[in-house]
């Protein structure tokens, strides 16, 4: 009897830490480089149209897909990807 206990209690475990797992989405990471664009004059984005933001530190951490980086030339440094 108690080894039936026992089944019926790992089964229940079993089934409720499957459930966990499906419900878990995984994300890819994004790998940033440590350098930093001191010439970044500002940034634009697709959000955002022509309209010059201030600038982040690199593409890395911008907050969107297709950002842009310029110097103050106009000249660009790099697009988010």
Do not use: R
């Not at 440590?34 to 890395?60: E, R, W």
């Amino acid at each position: 009897m108690a080894a039936d206990k026992n089944i019926g209690a790992m089964v229940l475990l079993l089934v409720c830490g499957s459930i966990l797992l499906l419900a878990i989405n995984p994300t890819e990471a994004k790998v940033c480089n440590k350098i930093c664009y001191g010439a970044a004059a500002y940034m634009t984005c697709p959000s955002s149209g022509s309209t010059q933001l201030d600038p982040v530190c690199n593409c890395c951490l911008a907050p969107a897909l297709g950002c842009t980086l310029y110097e103050s030339d106009g000249t660009p440094i790099c697009t988010s990807t």
